[in-house]
């Protein structure tokens, strides 16, 4: 199974883990994942790495549709691919939610569905340059012909011979999504799979797969997890319930959330809806404890070498590609020991 390395967006200050990074390249890792919420972005920081590094994989995990036009997308990766040497970025997309739409990009939140394949599908042509490009979306379009345009827009063909290739994936959970991912993208990037989810989402990429044409051997899949390499598995597990009371609690509308959609699906309906209702009421610490040890184990690699082995092939008899990981140097080793890459000797 591939490895991906996740260090996410920044916190108060931009602190790129190079080292960390050239450390996953060196274990054999096959990519690193950026992020984006509301303050560093996830572009720039590859462009950094792409410097730094000579052959791991530079993805984002993910950029927020509504920040860049899709032709700004692929003009982005597009040079960032090129920096880089080329077929090393892998552009990943999702639609962010309402709040982060229309509170911080101020545009309408529309109809996800077809702004995700309209923009999948304008980027692609824009990587293929066949011809200037011509898209009449449900969304999104190209020339604009909407409420103000002049009437002068002109299909364009872009000036930089770009890799045709560069892989799009999409961040998606629900069902109508996830099949468009499989249609139309080259990857996905699921909201909170965990091996026992895996069966529920086979249908949906199947469907997808066969309406495209494609076949497995042409669509990756990249779980995620953090890596916690402990003796006190009870602590690991209260250390990351904060954050996942975040996201289900207050990450996203009452009625749109879908980090707690996502917590839903997997089969804990009652502690989500708990978790919101006290993280909506501002009791921030009862919805901390309000989260299930098992929810948060499922998600995540956490003990010794033995338990976390023994969950990871749980990973690994999942049917995905990939597992993205976060955690500290020993997680990054023992992880790459486990999965069997190309170890560098310890020091």
Known sequence: ????????????????????????????????????????????????????????????????????????????????????????????????????????????????????????????????????????????????????????????????????????????????????????????LPLGLVPETCKTYEPWIEAGLEKSGKNRSQFETQGGAAVVVTDDVQSALDRMKPGIALYVGGMGHKTKNFHKEMMIRRGFGEAAERIQELYLAKQKREAIEAVPDEFVDQGALVGDKTRIQKRFRDWEDSGITGLTVSGNEEALRLMADLARLNVEPSA
Not at 161 to 186: C, F, Q, R, Y
């Open 1 to 188: 199974m591939k490895l991906g390395l996740s260090i996410g967006y920044s916190g108060g200050e931009m602190r790129l883990p190079v080292e960390k990074v050239q450390l996953a390249e060196r274990l054999g890792y096959d990519s690193v994942w950026t992020a984006e919420a509301y303050g560093s972005d996830a572009l720039s920081p590859l462009a950094y790495l792409a410097a730094k590094t000579e052959r791991i994989r530079l993805g984002t995990g993910v950029i927020q549709l509504a920040g860049r036009t899709p032709a700004n997308a692929a003009m982005t990766v597009a040079t960032i691919d090129a920096l880089a040497g080329g077929n090393r970025v892998i552009c990943g997309i999702g639609v962010s939610g309402p709040q982060i739409v229309e509170g911080w990009y101020g545009q309408p939140w529309g109809r996800p569905y077809y702004r995700l394949k309209d923009y999948v599908t304008i980027m692609k042509k824009i990587l293929a340059r066949e011809e200037p490009v011509v898209h009449e979306g449900k969304e999104i379009s190209l020339p604009f012909n909407g409420e103000g345009a002049m009437g002068v827009g002109k299909p364009l063909k872009s000036i930089l011979h770009m890799n045709p290739d560069i892989p799009i994936w999409l961040g998606t959970g629900m069902e109508s999504t996830v099949k468009l991912t499989a249609e139309v993208a080259d990857g996905w």
